[in-house]
């Protein structure tokens, strides 16, 4: 069997980055960037007013100017105005254009006002001070994001406001979700004593949106070998990456792996050193399409979507790569000779601002409800003796 590593890098390894299309910014939240947004104009664009007071030239408040004649109000949105010479001021309201000649802003709370004059109350007046400069944020044509990275509000907001009414983003993977076996019913369904409900799909359909990968469809097949070869020809042929439950064991209902060879899907690899998950198998299609095989125990499919196919979709939508963060056990764990070992656990923050991680172990691996209430899981790598309290981990959090 694979290391955990080695898994990983055989899976990545086999990423193509996908196409990448143009999307209106209106549209673009969650979506990955594929290219630099740069400014297309000094920012801010002007000298900018970062205060509501009186504009006026620092040199006369310094030769002991402290009563201002008010020429005027300059708002947000219009032209700047000029400052007279000589011991003159115009008020002014935030995100306006520092008026033509003025070089320093006294807010109003250190002023005070007699109908057309301003007395400068402050026993200190900074040179510049509440103006915020022309280009003192980025100048134009400085990149201020880079391509690979989700978009959100931040960045949103960089693109609105250097002029981008559209950008290249990352095509959304079609994902199929494709649960298999007898034994499943539809949650809609009735339900009988051999039975149970599928979960599966609805879990990993849940994390994979949650993730920003919102085309996700959700699939059924029996154990029929006719069926499965039949649904999976169309699904390869339509989807650009393919998550099957069960069925790649050796089981005699288990058609999945003559199934997918006859379908031209080769086979990287199966079996990893690692609990949950051991069976967890992954090969590619004819057209390069990712196939993976998760086992069908909930906790260990939902595990490997963390460990191996987020990062594998990151990877094909060209977003840097995340380390997972590290984590101090608050207790020691029990090791697993051989194997890599996936625990849940509870995160609180620690003293020193250290993220703690208390084990949460499930009963079994089928322990879906288990998880609730965790935060994700630490991977710790086989060792003879346990990881002792206080030992730092890499965790990897839910989506």
């Known amino acids: 069997m694979l290391s955990v590593a080695e898994a990983e890098e055989r899976v990545l390894a086999a990423m193509a980055l996908l196409p990448a299309e143009d999307c209106p910014l209106v549209q673009a939240n969650g979506r990955v960037l594929r290219q630099p947004l740069a400014a297309d104009r000094d920012l801010p664009p002007f000298d900018r007013v970062a205060l509501d007071g009186y504009a006026l030239r620092h040199e006369a408040w310094r030769k002991g100017a402290r009563r201002f004649r008010v020429d005027g109000l300059q708002a947000a949105g219009v032209r700047p105005r000029t400052l007279p010479a000589g011991r003159a001021c115009i008020e002014v309201m935030t995100g306006a254009v520092l008026p ?23 026993a200190a007046v900074a040179s510049g001070q509440a103006v915020h400069r022309r280009g003192s944020d980025h100048a134009a044509g400085s990149v201020i994001v880079k391509p690979g ?18 950008l290249t983003v990352s095509l959304l993977p079609a994902v199929a979700v494709v649960a298999t076996g007898d034994e499943l ?3 809609a369904s009735s339900v009988a004593p051999h039975q149970i409900r599928r979960s599966n799909d609805y879990a990993l359909r849940a994390a994979l949106v949650a993730a920003g990968y919102p085309r996700v469809e959700r699939f059924h097949l029996r154990d029929m070998r006719q069926e499965i070869e039949h649904l999976l020809w169309h699904i390869l042929a339509e989807y650009d990456v393919v998550l099957l439950t069960v069925g790649v064991s050796k089981g005699k209902f288990d058609f999945l792996p003559q199934v997918l060879e006859e379908l031209r899907v080769e086979k990287v690899f199966q079996g990893v050193a690692q609990r949950p998950g051991k069976p967890f198998w992954f090969g590619m299609s004819a057209r390069r399409t990712p196939v993976f095989a998760l086992p069908g125990n909930p906790a260990s499919s939902y595990i490997c979507l963390h460990r191996y196919i987020l990062p594998a979709l990151a990877r094909m939508s060209g977003l840097h790569p995340a380390a997972p963060r590290t984590a101090v056990l608050l207790e020691a764990v029990a090791p697993l000779a051989g194997l890599a070992r996936f625990l849940p656990v509870r995160t609180t923050p620690g003293p020193r601002g250290e993220l703690q991680a208390a084990p949460a172990p499930l009963n079994t691996s089928g322990d879906f409800a288990g998880l609730t209430g965790t935060d994700g899981f630490v991977e710790l790598a086989p060792a003879p003796d346990a990881p002792a309290a206080g030992a730092a981990v890499p965790f990897w959090p839910w989506v």
């Open 100 to 122: 033509e000649g003025a070089d320093t802003v006294v807010p109003y709370e250190d002023t005070a006002r007699d109908d057309e004059s301003m007395t400068v109350t402050a």
């Open 149 to 166: 990275v989700r978009l959100g509000g931040r960045e949103i907001a960089v693109a609105a406001a250097c002029g981008y009414a559209h």
């Open 185 to 187: 019913v539809d949650v």
